[in-house]
């Protein structure tokens, strides 16, 4: 069964650009999650996607969107980058929302890195 | 707001030693709490889920502790081996309605030196 996976890999952006990151979930899972890895703040909760909703959201400004589509596959979308948004970003699913004990599984992460 | 401290920052230790990774929190009303597994420039494993009704949870030489009325969980592997090398990280999901939101630790970065 494959697992998380997340295109691109690596990306190099310069300030101002716009990036799209996407994420394919485990399949049969419909929970999709990002999250924001620095060396300075650490793992930090952006939004959480579920049957194409967005259910819950991080402390993150607008410049951070995502979506997710009818096959839970899912996209974020960083507009008017900064040098601060070089990070790991990582995304997770999950079969469901509220079933006791699931856990999540994370993907690689795409690396990157702004300019 | 719920915050989540680890400590040690950075533990290094020789092979086949007992060890404990410490992680607390400051908000106690938490629904769950993981334990996960980073290696360098990789995704986080998941290694431990414990309810909060639960006080621990055994995987092989891996044993998590859960005190929720303390605000403490230990993560202990016994019999280090060099491929435990990583970083450990410990996160709450802060209650049943928020979905897959994780609150992280700041990690644990494990050397077992051969």
């Known amino acids: 069964k494959a697992g998380v996976t997340q295109t691109p890999r690596y990306l190099i952006k310069t300030r101002g650009q716009q990036v799209t990151l996407s994420c394919s979930p485990i399949s049969g899972h419909r929970s999709v999650s990002w999250y924001q890895q620095t060396p300075g703040q650490g793992l930090q909760f952006l939004f959480e996607y579920f049957s194409e909703t967005q259910r819950n959201k991080g402390n993150f400004p607008g410049r951070f969107s995502g979506r997710q589509f009818s096959n839970s596959r899912s996209e974020m979308n960083v507009s008017t980058l900064e040098l601060g948004d070089s990070a790991l970003y990582l995304c997770?699913?999950?079969?469901?929302?509220?079933?006791?004990?699931?856990?999540?599984?994370f993907g690689p992460g795409t690396r990157l890195l702004v300019l | 707001k719920q915050e989540v401290t680890q400590i040690p920052a950075a533990l290094s230790v020789p092979e086949g030693e007992n060890l404990v990774l410490n992680c607390s929190f400051t908000d106690s009303a938490i629904y769950n709490l993981q334990w996960f597994r980073q290696d360098p420039g990789k995704g986080l494993t998941s290694l431990l889920l414990?309810?909060?009704?639960?006080r621990e949870q055994t995987s092989g030489r891996l044993n998590a502790s859960l005190d929720k009325s303390s605000g403490r969980s230990t993560l202990y592997i016994a019999a280090s081996q060099p491929g435990d090398s990583a970083t450990y990280l410990c996160a709450v999901r802060p209650e049943e309605t928020s979905g897959s939101r994780l609150t992280f630790g700041e990690g644990t970065q494990l050397t077992v030196n051969p």
């Open positions: 414990i309810q909060s009704s639960q």
């Open positions: 997770a699913s999950k079969r469901d929302r509220g079933k006791i004990g699931e856990t999540q599984y």
